[in-house]
């Protein structure tokens, strides 16, 4: 069998803002382990932002305030090989250099990965998709502009300490979409240079198809005029 890693990113602000309204709600991810090199981290390294069962009606602001939301910059958390900067264990380097190693690796699982999509462009999104794998979806995909995260109003101070607050994934979603963009473009020029090439095949089928009837023409013209030489002789 061949597996492949495929993924979606979204606009970090949009992503954090949904995030932030699905855990007012009152989703939790205690359910995940956060494994890594084979263990979970401690409550040191990876202290909780809240008490009790949940974070349900927490306020953006306090959501924003909690040093310890894996929210931030979670696209390149999730990407990124953790165990190259150990784990959770912050202490392991310094922060700068932590940063910039799990950018890079986010980035080149990214470029490494057979197919990403972004939530932004549905449409290319599935164009991409069905060429990668030569498979196509029985209904097109939908572009959904009105979201809870378009929902939520925000003032220039708050959406400039979100982009701040997640700047990894900034940089991270302004690579990926270039390098979707590129990779849509290389799909449409060798889709265009295929359907030329068909084309040329084609025409070259019906030119020999023409030049073949038009030579059994002349041959039967030529028949004809004969045979009628005959005849008048």
């Not at 979970?40 to 306090?62: A, I, Q, R």
């Not at 959406?159 to 849509?184: G, S």
């Not at 020999?208 to 002349?218: G, P, R, T, V």
Request: proline share 3%; charged share 30%.
């Amino acid at each position: 069998r061949n597996f492949y890693y495929i993924t979606i990113l979204r606009d970090p602000v949009s992503r954090y803002l949904s995030e932030w309204r699905h855990v007012q709600r009152g989703a939790t991810w205690k359910a995940s382990l956060h494994v890594c090199d084979g263990r979970s981290p401690t409550t040191e390294e990876l202290p909780s932002c809240y008490t009790g069962d949940d974070w349900s009606g927490c306020s953006l602001k306090e959501f924003m305030d909690c040093p310890y939301n894996l929210a931030n910059n979670r696209q390149v958390r999730m990407l990124s090989d953790l165990s190259l900067v150990g784990c959770y264990n912050l202490s392991v380097m310094p922060e700068e250099q932590r940063n910039k190693v799990l950018l890079d690796s986010a980035k080149e699982n990214l470029k490494r990965m057979a197919f990403f999509g972004l939530t932004e462009f549905q449409r290319k999104t599935q164009y991409l998709f069905e060429k990668t794998f030569n498979m196509n979806f029985i209904a097109p995909f939908t572009q959904y502009n009105s979201t809870r995260a378009s929902s939520v109003e925000i003032d220039e101070q708050t959406q400039k300490h979100i982009e701040t607050l997640n700047f990894l994934d900034m940089e991270l979603y302004d690579y990926a979409k270039d390098l979707f963009l590129q990779r849509y473009q290389y799909m449409r020029q060798k889709e265009h240079q295929e359907a030329r090439r068909k084309r040329q095949e084609q025409r070259k089928i019906l030119k020999a198809k023409q030049a073949h009837n038009k030579e059994q023409s002349d041959d039967n013209s030529t028949t004809d005029y004969i045979g009628n030489v005959e005849r008048w002789r």
